[in-house]
Protein backbone atom coordinates (compact mmCIF):
# COMPACT_ATOMS: atom_id res chain seq x y z
CA UNK A 1 0.00 0.00 0.00
CA UNK A 2 1.28 3.66 -0.61
CA UNK A 3 1.70 6.00 2.11
CA UNK A 4 -0.66 7.75 2.76
CA UNK A 5 -0.82 11.78 3.67
CA UNK A 6 -0.89 13.12 7.08
CA UNK A 7 -4.38 14.21 7.75
CA UNK A 8 -5.33 17.20 6.18
CA UNK A 9 -5.65 20.41 8.71
CA UNK A 10 -7.78 23.70 7.27
CA UNK A 11 -5.45 25.82 5.41
CA UNK A 12 -5.52 29.43 5.90
CA UNK A 13 -3.51 30.72 2.57
CA UNK A 14 -3.74 29.76 -1.23
CA UNK A 15 0.12 28.51 -0.55
CA UNK A 16 -1.08 25.86 1.54
CA UNK A 17 -3.51 24.78 -0.19
CA UNK A 18 -0.99 24.83 -3.42
CA UNK A 19 1.68 22.83 -0.83
CA UNK A 20 -1.26 21.00 0.19
CA UNK A 21 -1.86 19.85 -3.17
CA UNK A 22 1.59 19.12 -4.59
CA UNK A 23 2.33 16.71 -2.20
CA UNK A 24 -0.10 14.45 -3.67
CA UNK A 25 0.73 12.63 -6.54
CA UNK A 26 1.14 14.41 -9.31
CA UNK A 27 -1.13 14.11 -12.34
CA UNK A 28 1.94 12.44 -14.70
CA UNK A 29 1.63 9.43 -12.16
CA UNK A 30 -1.51 7.42 -13.03
CA UNK A 31 -3.24 4.47 -11.66
CA UNK A 32 -5.89 3.86 -13.66
CA UNK A 33 -9.12 3.73 -11.78
CA UNK A 34 -12.13 5.63 -11.11
CA UNK A 35 -12.38 3.74 -7.50
CA UNK A 36 -10.94 6.55 -5.32
CA UNK A 37 -12.51 9.50 -7.18
CA UNK A 38 -16.28 7.56 -7.01
CA UNK A 39 -15.15 7.18 -2.87
CA UNK A 40 -14.50 10.71 -2.57
CA UNK A 41 -17.51 12.21 -4.52
CA UNK A 42 -19.81 10.06 -2.80
CA UNK A 43 -18.27 11.08 0.62
CA UNK A 44 -19.06 14.85 -0.86
CA UNK A 45 -22.77 13.66 -1.92
CA UNK A 46 -22.15 13.41 -5.30
CA UNK A 47 -22.23 16.79 -6.08
CA UNK A 48 -21.49 16.27 -9.74
CA UNK A 49 -25.09 15.18 -10.03
CA UNK A 50 -26.57 18.12 -9.29
CA UNK A 51 -26.72 20.12 -12.71
CA UNK A 52 -26.24 19.61 -15.70
CA UNK A 53 -22.59 18.85 -17.70
CA UNK A 54 -20.52 18.90 -21.00
CA UNK A 55 -17.81 16.88 -21.17
CA UNK A 56 -15.22 17.97 -23.68
CA UNK A 57 -12.10 14.80 -24.24
CA UNK A 58 -9.99 15.04 -27.38
CA UNK A 59 -5.33 15.49 -28.37
CA UNK A 60 -5.87 19.35 -28.58
CA UNK A 61 -8.18 22.19 -28.44
CA UNK A 62 -9.95 20.89 -25.47
CA UNK A 63 -9.17 24.40 -23.32
CA UNK A 64 -10.20 27.18 -25.77
CA UNK A 65 -13.34 24.94 -26.54
CA UNK A 66 -14.11 25.08 -23.59
CA UNK A 67 -13.89 28.37 -22.52
CA UNK A 68 -15.94 29.07 -26.06
CA UNK A 69 -18.65 26.92 -24.41
CA UNK A 70 -18.57 28.54 -21.74
CA UNK A 71 -18.92 31.73 -22.80
CA UNK A 72 -22.18 31.22 -25.12
CA UNK A 73 -23.80 29.26 -22.07
CA UNK A 74 -23.27 32.61 -20.08
CA UNK A 75 -24.67 34.36 -22.97
CA UNK A 76 -27.76 32.44 -22.50
CA UNK A 77 -27.90 33.59 -18.86
CA UNK A 78 -27.22 30.23 -17.52
CA UNK A 79 -24.87 30.17 -14.72
CA UNK A 80 -21.75 28.10 -15.32
CA UNK A 81 -19.00 26.13 -13.80
CA UNK A 82 -15.89 25.24 -16.25
CA UNK A 83 -12.96 22.80 -15.06
CA UNK A 84 -9.97 22.75 -17.18
CA UNK A 85 -6.26 21.51 -17.22
CA UNK A 86 -3.32 22.24 -16.80
CA UNK A 87 -3.06 25.52 -15.78
CA UNK A 88 -0.95 28.54 -17.75
CA UNK A 89 -0.09 30.26 -14.76
CA UNK A 90 -2.12 29.69 -11.56
CA UNK A 91 -3.87 26.64 -10.09
CA UNK A 92 -7.09 28.49 -9.50
CA UNK A 93 -7.20 29.15 -13.58
CA UNK A 94 -9.05 25.25 -13.35
CA UNK A 95 -11.97 25.95 -11.50
CA UNK A 96 -13.72 28.88 -13.10
CA UNK A 97 -17.68 29.96 -12.03
CA UNK A 98 -19.49 32.41 -14.50
CA UNK A 99 -16.34 33.01 -16.34
CA UNK A 100 -14.00 33.43 -13.79
CA UNK A 101 -11.40 31.27 -11.87
CA UNK A 102 -12.06 31.15 -8.53
CA UNK A 103 -10.39 33.72 -6.27
CA UNK A 104 -7.08 32.96 -3.83
CA UNK A 105 -9.56 32.98 -1.25
CA UNK A 106 -12.63 30.71 -3.03
CA UNK A 107 -9.93 28.19 -3.91
CA UNK A 108 -8.71 27.91 -0.01
CA UNK A 109 -12.48 27.38 1.08
CA UNK A 110 -13.05 25.07 -1.85
CA UNK A 111 -10.31 23.11 -0.40
CA UNK A 112 -10.99 23.30 3.49
CA UNK A 113 -14.63 22.36 2.18
CA UNK A 114 -13.66 18.95 1.11
CA UNK A 115 -9.89 18.35 2.70
CA UNK A 116 -11.49 16.68 5.91
CA UNK A 117 -12.77 13.63 3.13
CA UNK A 118 -9.92 12.92 1.44
CA UNK A 119 -7.85 11.51 4.78
CA UNK A 120 -11.04 9.09 4.47
CA UNK A 121 -10.39 7.63 1.34
CA UNK A 122 -6.95 7.77 1.72
CA UNK A 123 -7.24 5.70 4.44
CA UNK A 124 -9.59 2.96 2.96
CA UNK A 125 -7.91 2.41 -0.80
CA UNK A 126 -4.59 1.24 -1.76
CA UNK A 127 -3.12 3.91 -3.42
CA UNK A 128 -4.04 7.78 -1.75
CA UNK A 129 -6.22 10.45 -3.79
CA UNK A 130 -4.07 12.27 -6.72
CA UNK A 131 -3.58 15.48 -6.81
CA UNK A 132 -5.91 15.67 -10.00
CA UNK A 133 -8.39 13.59 -8.35
CA UNK A 134 -8.99 15.82 -5.20
CA UNK A 135 -8.99 18.97 -7.81
CA UNK A 136 -11.71 17.29 -9.51
CA UNK A 137 -13.45 16.87 -6.39
CA UNK A 138 -12.67 20.41 -5.16
CA UNK A 139 -14.27 21.93 -8.65
CA UNK A 140 -17.48 19.42 -8.40
CA UNK A 141 -18.09 20.48 -5.09
CA UNK A 142 -17.39 23.92 -5.79
CA UNK A 143 -20.01 23.89 -9.04
CA UNK A 144 -22.57 22.23 -6.63
CA UNK A 145 -22.07 25.37 -4.00
CA UNK A 146 -22.34 27.99 -6.30
CA UNK A 147 -24.96 26.64 -7.48
CA UNK A 148 -23.90 26.39 -11.50
CA UNK A 149 -26.84 25.42 -14.14
CA UNK A 150 -24.01 23.71 -16.18
CA UNK A 151 -20.39 22.63 -15.71
CA UNK A 152 -18.00 22.36 -18.95
CA UNK A 153 -15.37 20.36 -17.95
CA UNK A 154 -12.66 18.92 -19.67
CA UNK A 155 -10.64 15.56 -18.97
CA UNK A 156 -6.91 15.69 -17.50
CA UNK A 157 -5.97 13.01 -20.01
CA UNK A 158 -8.19 10.46 -21.52
CA UNK A 159 -11.37 9.58 -20.85
CA UNK A 160 -12.78 6.29 -19.44
CA UNK A 161 -10.83 6.30 -16.62
CA UNK A 162 -9.96 10.05 -16.11
CA UNK A 163 -10.98 11.42 -12.64
CA UNK A 164 -14.06 13.78 -14.33
CA UNK A 165 -15.55 10.53 -15.85
CA UNK A 166 -17.22 10.04 -12.16
CA UNK A 167 -19.88 12.55 -13.81
CA UNK A 168 -21.89 11.63 -16.92
CA UNK A 169 -22.20 14.72 -19.64
CA UNK A 170 -25.78 15.30 -21.49
CA UNK A 171 -23.56 16.35 -24.19
CA UNK A 172 -19.99 14.67 -24.78
CA UNK A 173 -17.42 16.62 -27.06
CA UNK A 174 -14.67 14.55 -28.55
CA UNK A 175 -12.26 16.53 -30.26
CA UNK A 176 -9.37 15.56 -32.69
CA UNK A 177 -7.69 12.51 -31.93
CA UNK A 178 -3.92 12.20 -32.64
CA UNK A 179 -1.16 10.59 -30.47
CA UNK A 180 -0.02 12.22 -27.03
CA UNK A 181 0.34 10.73 -23.91
CA UNK A 182 1.42 7.56 -25.70
CA UNK A 183 3.27 5.77 -22.17
CA UNK A 184 -0.32 6.31 -20.80
CA UNK A 185 -2.91 6.25 -23.80
CA UNK A 186 -1.50 3.71 -26.18
CA UNK A 187 0.61 4.86 -29.34
CA UNK A 188 -2.32 4.97 -31.97
CA UNK A 189 -4.97 6.98 -33.02
CA UNK A 190 -7.36 3.98 -32.22
CA UNK A 191 -6.04 2.74 -28.77
CA UNK A 192 -6.25 6.69 -27.83
CA UNK A 193 -9.89 7.05 -29.19
CA UNK A 194 -11.05 3.78 -27.61
CA UNK A 195 -10.00 5.54 -24.04
CA UNK A 196 -11.40 8.66 -24.95
CA UNK A 197 -14.71 7.16 -26.22
CA UNK A 198 -15.28 6.53 -22.46
CA UNK A 199 -17.00 10.01 -22.45
CA UNK A 200 -19.67 9.11 -24.49
CA UNK A 201 -23.27 7.65 -22.50
CA UNK A 202 -25.93 5.70 -22.61
CA UNK A 203 -28.69 8.99 -23.71
CA UNK A 204 -26.21 11.66 -24.19
CA UNK A 205 -25.36 14.00 -27.41
CA UNK A 206 -21.67 13.12 -28.65
CA UNK A 207 -20.17 15.90 -30.78
CA UNK A 208 -17.88 14.62 -32.77
CA UNK A 209 -14.94 16.97 -34.42
CA UNK A 210 -13.22 15.91 -37.78
CA UNK A 211 -11.36 12.59 -37.13
CA UNK A 212 -9.71 10.30 -39.37
CA UNK A 213 -12.08 7.43 -40.95
CA UNK A 214 -10.97 4.62 -38.52
CA UNK A 215 -11.33 7.12 -35.63
CA UNK A 216 -14.82 8.17 -36.66
CA UNK A 217 -15.81 4.90 -36.82
CA UNK A 218 -15.05 3.80 -33.24
CA UNK A 219 -16.60 6.23 -31.75
CA UNK A 220 -19.88 6.08 -33.39
CA UNK A 221 -20.06 2.28 -32.82
CA UNK A 222 -19.20 3.55 -29.17
CA UNK A 223 -22.26 5.54 -29.42
CA UNK A 224 -24.50 3.32 -30.92
CA UNK A 225 -23.60 0.74 -28.13
CA UNK A 226 -24.66 3.44 -25.60
CA UNK A 227 -27.46 4.92 -27.70
CA UNK A 228 -25.96 8.63 -27.90
CA UNK A 229 -27.13 10.70 -30.99
CA UNK A 230 -23.98 11.62 -32.75
CA UNK A 231 -23.41 14.89 -34.47
CA UNK A 232 -20.42 15.42 -36.84
CA UNK A 233 -18.27 18.18 -38.01
CA UNK A 234 -18.70 18.47 -41.67
CA UNK A 235 -21.90 16.44 -41.89
CA UNK A 236 -24.39 18.00 -39.56
CA UNK A 237 -22.71 21.41 -38.47
CA UNK A 238 -19.09 22.90 -39.33
CA UNK A 239 -17.48 25.87 -40.71
CA UNK A 240 -19.03 27.10 -44.18
CA UNK A 241 -15.54 30.01 -44.66
CA UNK A 242 -13.23 31.86 -42.58
CA UNK A 243 -11.25 35.01 -43.58
CA UNK A 244 -8.63 36.16 -41.45
CA UNK A 245 -8.99 39.64 -40.01
CA UNK A 246 -7.08 42.07 -37.58
CA UNK A 247 -6.99 40.52 -34.57
CA UNK A 248 -8.79 37.44 -35.46
CA UNK A 249 -10.40 35.59 -38.11
CA UNK A 250 -14.61 36.30 -39.34
CA UNK A 251 -16.34 32.97 -39.65
CA UNK A 252 -19.74 31.34 -40.92
CA UNK A 253 -20.98 28.40 -39.50
CA UNK A 254 -23.47 25.88 -40.36
CA UNK A 255 -25.09 24.74 -36.75
CA UNK A 256 -27.12 21.81 -35.85
CA UNK A 257 -30.31 24.47 -35.42
CA UNK A 258 -29.11 27.07 -38.43
CA UNK A 259 -26.59 29.38 -39.88
CA UNK A 260 -24.42 31.85 -38.53
CA UNK A 261 -22.70 33.86 -40.33
CA UNK A 262 -19.83 36.82 -40.49
CA UNK A 263 -18.81 35.88 -36.84
CA UNK A 264 -15.91 37.50 -36.02
CA UNK A 265 -13.79 35.61 -33.54
CA UNK A 266 -10.74 37.18 -32.18
CA UNK A 267 -8.50 33.73 -32.22
CA UNK A 268 -6.40 32.84 -34.64
CA UNK A 269 -5.89 29.89 -36.88
CA UNK A 270 -8.30 27.24 -39.09
CA UNK A 271 -7.89 25.02 -36.13
CA UNK A 272 -9.58 27.92 -33.72
CA UNK A 273 -12.47 28.19 -36.44
CA UNK A 274 -13.11 24.47 -36.10
CA UNK A 275 -13.10 24.63 -32.33
CA UNK A 276 -15.87 27.07 -32.41
CA UNK A 277 -17.78 25.64 -34.86
CA UNK A 278 -17.79 22.46 -32.04
CA UNK A 279 -18.67 24.67 -29.88
CA UNK A 280 -21.34 25.81 -31.00
CA UNK A 281 -22.78 22.71 -32.10
CA UNK A 282 -22.33 21.87 -28.65
CA UNK A 283 -24.08 24.09 -26.96
CA UNK A 284 -26.76 23.38 -29.45
CA UNK A 285 -27.13 20.50 -29.08
CA UNK A 286 -27.11 21.37 -25.17
CA UNK A 287 -30.10 23.71 -25.39
CA UNK A 288 -31.88 21.25 -27.44
CA UNK A 289 -32.20 18.33 -24.88
CA UNK A 290 -33.85 20.82 -22.80
CA UNK A 291 -36.66 23.66 -24.12
CA UNK A 292 -35.07 24.79 -26.70
CA UNK A 293 -35.05 23.12 -30.12
CA UNK A 294 -34.89 26.36 -32.46
CA UNK A 295 -31.30 28.39 -34.01
CA UNK A 296 -29.93 30.44 -31.16
CA UNK A 297 -30.01 34.12 -31.67
CA UNK A 298 -27.41 35.21 -34.30
CA UNK A 299 -26.62 38.73 -32.47
CA UNK A 300 -26.24 36.52 -29.07
CA UNK A 301 -23.74 33.66 -30.85
CA UNK A 302 -22.00 37.11 -32.51
CA UNK A 303 -21.65 38.85 -29.24
CA UNK A 304 -20.46 35.85 -27.29
CA UNK A 305 -17.71 34.93 -29.37
CA UNK A 306 -16.68 38.50 -30.03
CA UNK A 307 -15.81 38.06 -26.11
CA UNK A 308 -14.21 34.80 -26.38
CA UNK A 309 -10.56 34.76 -25.26
CA UNK A 310 -7.84 31.80 -24.56
CA UNK A 311 -4.57 32.65 -22.88
CA UNK A 312 -1.11 30.95 -24.25
CA UNK A 313 -3.06 30.26 -27.40
CA UNK A 314 -1.40 31.91 -30.71
CA UNK A 315 -1.69 35.02 -27.88
CA UNK A 316 -0.05 37.78 -28.44
CA UNK A 317 1.35 39.22 -25.28
CA UNK A 318 4.11 41.83 -26.60
CA UNK A 319 4.87 43.96 -29.52
CA UNK A 320 7.90 45.97 -30.62
CA UNK A 321 9.25 43.25 -31.26
CA UNK A 322 6.12 41.53 -31.11
CA UNK A 323 6.31 38.69 -28.51
CA UNK A 324 3.57 35.46 -29.49
CA UNK A 325 2.79 32.24 -26.65
CA UNK A 326 1.38 29.31 -28.16
CA UNK A 327 0.88 26.05 -25.73
CA UNK A 328 1.21 23.37 -28.74
CA UNK A 329 2.98 20.55 -27.16
CA UNK A 330 3.00 17.45 -29.73
CA UNK A 331 3.03 17.26 -32.89
CA UNK A 332 -0.88 17.93 -33.73
CA UNK A 333 -0.62 21.01 -32.05
CA UNK A 334 2.59 22.14 -33.88
CA UNK A 335 0.87 21.10 -37.09
CA UNK A 336 -2.27 23.37 -36.55
CA UNK A 337 0.28 26.35 -35.17
CA UNK A 338 2.19 26.06 -38.22
CA UNK A 339 -0.79 26.73 -40.27
CA UNK A 340 -1.79 29.65 -38.56
CA UNK A 341 1.60 31.31 -38.80
CA UNK A 342 1.31 30.82 -42.27
CA UNK A 343 -2.43 31.77 -42.74
CA UNK A 344 -2.62 34.95 -40.20
CA UNK A 345 0.92 36.29 -39.80
CA UNK A 346 3.61 37.60 -41.92
CA UNK A 347 6.74 37.80 -39.44
CA UNK A 348 10.09 37.85 -40.80
CA UNK A 349 12.05 36.82 -39.16
CA UNK A 350 10.20 34.57 -36.67
CA UNK A 351 12.65 33.56 -33.86
CA UNK A 352 11.51 30.17 -32.05
CA UNK A 353 12.34 29.67 -28.23
CA UNK A 354 11.08 26.11 -27.19
CA UNK A 355 11.25 24.24 -24.29
CA UNK A 356 9.31 21.05 -23.97
CA UNK A 357 8.14 17.89 -21.72
CA UNK A 358 10.77 14.89 -21.77
CA UNK A 359 7.82 12.85 -22.36
CA UNK A 360 6.97 14.61 -25.38
CA UNK A 361 7.53 13.89 -29.63
CA UNK A 362 9.99 16.91 -29.73
CA UNK A 363 11.27 15.66 -33.00
CA UNK A 364 7.61 15.66 -34.79
CA UNK A 365 7.24 19.21 -33.09
CA UNK A 366 10.37 20.54 -34.27
CA UNK A 367 9.88 19.22 -37.81
CA UNK A 368 6.88 21.14 -37.72
CA UNK A 369 7.94 24.21 -36.80
CA UNK A 370 11.31 24.45 -39.20
CA UNK A 371 9.91 25.74 -42.19
CA UNK A 372 8.35 29.17 -40.18
CA UNK A 373 11.53 29.36 -38.06
CA UNK A 374 14.31 31.58 -38.51
CA UNK A 375 16.10 30.38 -36.12
CA UNK A 376 15.70 28.48 -32.73
CA UNK A 377 16.27 29.04 -29.40
CA UNK A 378 16.52 26.10 -27.45
CA UNK A 379 15.45 26.57 -23.08
CA UNK A 380 13.62 24.90 -21.09
CA UNK A 381 10.85 25.56 -18.02
CA UNK A 382 11.81 25.18 -13.70
CA UNK A 383 9.89 21.66 -14.10
CA UNK A 384 11.22 18.12 -13.59
CA UNK A 385 10.26 17.16 -16.33
CA UNK A 386 11.50 19.52 -18.84
CA UNK A 387 13.36 18.22 -21.48
CA UNK A 388 17.01 19.72 -20.57
CA UNK A 389 17.82 22.72 -22.93
CA UNK A 390 20.95 21.06 -24.68
CA UNK A 391 19.34 18.07 -25.41
CA UNK A 392 16.28 19.96 -27.09
CA UNK A 393 19.29 21.07 -29.18
CA UNK A 394 20.44 18.18 -30.35
CA UNK A 395 17.47 17.28 -31.85
CA UNK A 396 17.14 20.53 -33.34
CA UNK A 397 20.40 20.66 -34.49
CA UNK A 398 19.40 17.54 -36.65
CA UNK A 399 16.55 19.41 -38.07
CA UNK A 400 17.51 23.19 -38.28
CA UNK A 401 21.49 22.76 -38.79
CA UNK A 402 23.99 24.04 -36.65
CA UNK A 403 23.57 27.71 -37.85
CA UNK A 404 19.92 28.07 -37.06
CA UNK A 405 20.12 26.73 -33.19
CA UNK A 406 20.91 28.22 -29.99
CA UNK A 407 21.22 27.27 -26.20
CA UNK A 408 19.58 29.82 -23.24
CA UNK A 409 18.52 27.28 -20.12
CA UNK A 410 16.83 30.64 -18.57
CA UNK A 411 13.92 30.74 -19.85
CA UNK A 412 14.30 35.14 -19.38
CA UNK A 413 17.36 34.82 -20.98
CA UNK A 414 16.34 32.80 -24.29
CA UNK A 415 13.02 35.41 -24.69
CA UNK A 416 15.59 38.43 -24.35
CA UNK A 417 18.04 36.36 -27.04
CA UNK A 418 15.19 36.05 -29.51
CA UNK A 419 13.32 39.75 -28.84
CA UNK A 420 17.32 40.58 -30.06
CA UNK A 421 17.28 38.46 -33.00
CA UNK A 422 14.00 39.25 -34.18
CA UNK A 423 14.81 43.20 -34.11
CA UNK A 424 18.14 42.64 -36.10
CA UNK A 425 16.13 41.63 -38.89
CA UNK A 426 18.78 42.22 -41.40
CA UNK A 427 20.90 39.37 -40.13
CA UNK A 428 18.52 37.09 -42.05
CA UNK A 429 18.59 38.70 -45.08
CA UNK A 430 15.45 41.09 -44.38
CA UNK A 431 16.03 44.31 -43.30
CA UNK A 432 12.39 45.58 -43.18
CA UNK A 433 10.88 42.41 -42.20
CA UNK A 434 8.45 42.80 -39.06
CA UNK A 435 10.73 40.08 -36.66
CA UNK A 436 8.37 38.59 -34.00
CA UNK A 437 9.19 35.98 -31.52
CA UNK A 438 7.35 32.53 -30.67
CA UNK A 439 7.22 30.82 -27.59
CA UNK A 440 6.50 27.38 -27.42
CA UNK A 441 6.34 23.75 -26.43
CA UNK A 442 4.88 23.56 -23.49
CA UNK A 443 1.79 24.99 -21.52
CA UNK A 444 4.12 25.06 -18.68
CA UNK A 445 7.00 26.86 -20.67
CA UNK A 446 4.29 29.13 -21.95
CA UNK A 447 3.11 30.13 -18.38
CA UNK A 448 5.84 30.89 -17.45
CA UNK A 449 7.13 33.21 -20.30
CA UNK A 450 3.20 34.88 -19.63
CA UNK A 451 4.54 35.44 -16.01
CA UNK A 452 7.52 37.27 -17.59
CA UNK A 453 5.64 38.87 -19.62
CA UNK A 454 2.08 39.89 -18.80
CA UNK A 455 1.43 42.15 -15.89
CA UNK A 456 -0.63 40.02 -13.22
CA UNK A 457 -4.21 40.64 -13.23
CA UNK A 458 -4.32 41.47 -16.72
CA UNK A 459 -6.73 39.64 -18.78
CA UNK A 460 -5.61 38.06 -22.32
CA UNK A 461 -6.84 38.47 -25.42
CA UNK A 462 -5.55 35.62 -28.32
Known sequence: MSETPAAP???????????????????????????????????????????????????????????MIDTLLRALDLRTGRFTSPHVERMTERISVDGEPLTDEEFVRAFNDVAPYTHLVDEDQEHPLSFFETVVGMAYAAFADAPVDVAVVEVGMGGSWDATNVADADVAVVLPIAVDHAQYLGD??????????????????????????????????????????????????????????????????????????????????????????VALAAVEAFAASGEQSQPLDEDLVRAAFAEVTSPGRLEIVRRSPTVVLDAAHNPHGAEALAAALEDSFTFSPLIGVLGVMSDKDHEGLLTALEPHLAHVICSQNSTPRALPAERLAEAARAVFGEDRVSV???????????????????????????????????????GEARALLVPRGREARA
Open 9 to 67: RLAETFAEVEDALLSRWPETRLEPSLDRIRAFTELLGDPQTSYRLIHLTGTNGKTSTSR
Open 188 to 277: SPIAIAEEKAGIIKPGSIAVLAQQTPEVAELLIQRAAEVGATVAREGMEFGVVSRVPAVGGQVVSFQGLRGRYDEVFLPLYGAHQAQNAA
Open 408 to 446: APRLADAVDQAAALAEAGEAFGDPLGSGAVLVTGSVVTV
